[in-house]
């Protein structure tokens, strides 16, 4: 290809060209960022199974992985923080290293705890929780994902 000849091209059929292609590249990245945060390929993961059969029956069922565990802000922000968390689970799952029982770090805590309250403000407070820092997994861990079945929980296979 001449690439003197492309530049010589009519600039609206470039402007066009160049347009189609960024529309291309956002849908595409759109696409994979929603697909990304799918419960179904979080679940897909054989670390994930169980903790997504639990979740298919909890109370929170309605609500998609990336809902309580994306940090609820700019998209900036989620993205540079899914890629760091997917990365780590990417390696551990293809490593097969997970431990038997997935612990939360200090961010990802922090993060559900910040969404909990984002969502259950109205209710959090009308209690004495209301004002002070909490960590809701605390008192709550087992709401969504079930106790394990080595700590006395229920199959759900």
Same mark, same amino acid.
């Given at each position: 290809?001449?690439?003197?000849?492309?530049?010589?091209?009519?600039?609206? @059929?470039?402007f $066009?060209?160049?347009? %189609? /292609? #960024?529309?291309?590249?956002?849908?595409?990245?759109?696409?994979?960022? @929603?697909?990304? $945060?799918?419960?179904? %390929? /979080? #679940?897909?993961?054989?670390?994930?199974?169980?903790?997504h059969?639990?979740?298919?029956?909890?109370?929170?069922?309605?609500?998609?992985?990336?809902?309580?565990?994306?940090?609820?802000?700019?998209?900036?922000?989620?993205?540079?923080?899914?890629?760091r968390?997917?990365?780590?689970?990417?390696?551990?799952e293809?490593?097969?290293i997970?431990?038997?029982?997935?612990?939360?770090?200090?961010?990802?805590?922090?993060?559900?705890?910040?969404?909990?309250?984002?969502?259950?403000?109205?209710?959090?407070?009308?209690?004495?929780?209301?004002?002070?820092?909490?960590?809701?997994?605390?008192?709550h861990?087992?709401?969504?994902h079930?106790?394990g079945?080595e700590?006395?929980?229920?199959?759900?296979?």
């Amino acid at each position: 290809m001449n690439w003197k000849n492309l530049f010589n091209t009519d600039k609206r @059929t470039l402007f $066009g060209l160049g347009t %189609l /292609c #960024g529309i291309i590249i956002v849908v595409v990245i759109a696409s994979l960022y @929603t697909a990304s $945060g799918s419960p179904y %390929l /979080c #679940g897909s993961c054989h670390s994930m199974g169980l903790v997504h059969k639990r979740w298919q029956v909890s109370p929170h069922k309605q609500f998609s992985c990336i809902d309580c565990h994306l940090p609820a802000t700019h998209l900036p922000e989620k993205l540079a923080y899914k890629s760091r968390a997917g990365s780590h689970d990417l390696i551990n799952e293809t490593m097969r290293i997970y431990p038997a029982a997935i612990l939360f770090s200090e961010e990802g805590r922090g993060i559900v705890n910040g969404n909990c309250v984002r969502c259950h403000f109205s209710t959090i407070e009308k209690t004495p929780m209301a004002g002070i820092t909490v960590d809701c997994t605390r008192c709550h861990r087992y709401l969504v994902h079930g106790r394990g079945l080595e700590k006395g929980g229920i199959s759900v296979e």
